[in-house]
Antibody
Framework: QVQLQESGPRLVKPSQTLSLTCTVPSDSFRSGDYCWSWVRQPPGKGLEWIGHIHESGRTSYNSSLESRVTMSFDASTNDFSLTLSFMTAADTGVYYC???????????WGQGTLVTVSS | DVVMTQSPLSLPVTLGQPASISCRSS???????????LSWFHQRPGQSPRRLIHKASTRDSGVPDRFSGSGSGTYFTLKISRVEAEDVGIYYCMQGTHWPPITFGQGTRLEIK
């Protein structure tokens, strides 16, 4: 079982940039044809895929967020990160990191971190 | 974008009775390798989702065998043979065939009558 852990600020001011990191313990890291994803969930609502980064470094983003999103992967630390710029109240929600093989894309999830956008 | 439509959105079930959730996609989810990359997730209140089924019908490790997935093309079903109290929560289907974006269904809330 892959154990993922999100970390980052819980409160972000409007127009600021959110930076989150997902840490994968080295003993559960899988090397191969894997995608590392970010998914978010507004309070009381459904799941929205933000994007993913493949182990090759290739990224793919949801077009609704593409202009504001950057994802990166650090193979030396097993961390992967998300930055989302120009945050607004509509970006409030639980942010999950997740991973899975390149076929099914998402299999394992982190516990999620609630990010609130407020001044 | 591939639209995933689940039904019903609310599912009251008596303990020990079966339950079924359907998921329709706006395009066939059959990839060039013949596999439909359709997954089912269960999310309990306050928890992160847990995958139950991938590739339409492959049960994940540790998932009780009362859960089964079926379907192909644009129509998929998750069945619970006998609902238990721990099965309450929201069920989501997700497609990973046509991306970006990966898309989820709206969710089906299962509750005990």
């Amino acid at each position: 079982q892959v154990q993922l852990q999100e970390s980052g600020p819980r409160l972000v001011k409007p127009s600021q940039t959110l930076s989150l990191t997902c840490t994968v313990p080295s003993d559960s890291f899988r090397s191969g044809d894997y995608c590392w994803s970010w998914v978010r969930q507004p309070p009381g609502k459904g799941l929205e895929w933000i994007g993913h980064i493949h182990e090759s470094g290739r990224t793919s983003y949801n077009s609704s967020l593409e202009s504001r999103v950057t994802m990166s992967f650090d193979a030396s630390t097993n961390d992967f990160s998300l930055t989302l710029s120009f945050m607004t109240a509509a970006d409030t929600g639980v942010y999950y990191c997740a991973t899975g093989d390149s076929g099914s894309k998402i299999g394992h999830w982190g516990q999620g971190t609630l990010v609130t956008v407020s001044s | 974008d591939v639209v995933m439509t689940q039904s019903p959105l609310s599912l009251p079930v008596t303990l020990g009775q079966p339950a079924s959730i359907s998921c329709r996609s706006s395009q066939s989810l059959a990839y060039s390798d013949g596999i439909s990359y359709l997954s089912w997730f269960h999310q309990r209140p306050g928890q992160s989702p847990r995958r139950l089924i991938h590739k339409a019908s492959t049960r994940d490790s540790g998932v009780p065998d009362r859960f089964s997935g079926s379907g192909s093309g644009t129509y998929f079903t998750l069945k619970i043979s006998r609902v238990e109290a721990e099965d309450v929560g929201i069920y989501y289907c997700m497609q990973g065939t046509h991306w970006p974006p990966i898309t989820f269904g709206q969710g089906t809330r299962l509750e005990i009558k």
